[in-house]
Structure formats: structure tokens, C-alpha cells
């Protein structure tokens, strides 16, 4: 199996910050392997299914409580 997700803590911070680290934190897992996301800037609603869209990466997950989001991408390259 791939392990634990990657964690990218993006709260407090806003675009591009939370996919820049997503996409940062993508090469330290290895093909199949999971990132998980926390932010609470409302267009990471937006921009991180539009970065997996662009770049072939797998958005697993989204969700949103209280304002935060959490999402799972999975590498795939």
C-alpha cells in the first residue's frame, strides 16, 4: 500500500498558497499515494479540481464543514 496521506495544513492561507502546496507536496508521494488537503479559503472549491483537471492528478475527495475544506488527491503520474 502507498501509507498515510501526505498532509498540506493550507488553513489561513490564500490563493494560490493551498495548490501550491498541493502541488508541492504531490512529489513526495509515490505514484497511487494520497495527499490530503485542509483549507478554508473558499476558492480551493475551484482551484483544486481545476489544478487536477490540468494536471492529470486524481481529486478522490472533497468536502466542506464549517467553512473548511478537506479534500484527498491522489497522485497519478
Known amino acids: 500500500m502507498t501509507g498515510a ?3 498540506v495544513d493550507a ?3 490564500w490563493c494560490p498558497v493551498p495548490v501550491s502546496l498541493t502541488a508541492r507536496a504531490i512529489t513526495r508521494v ?3 499515494g494520497l495527499v490530503e488537503v485542509w483549507a478554508d479559503d473558499p476558492l480551493v472549491a475551484v482551484d483544486l479540481p481545476a489544478w487536477c483537471h490540468r494536471t492529470g492528478h486524481a481529486l478522490e475527495r472533497m468536502d466542506e464543514e464549517a467553512g473548511r475544506w478537506r ?3 491522489r497522485r497519478t503520474r
Open 5 to 7: 496521506p501526505v498532509l
Open 30 to 32: 509515490p505514484t497511487g
Open 71 to 73: 479534500a484527498l488527491v
Open 11 to 13: 488553513l489561513g492561507t
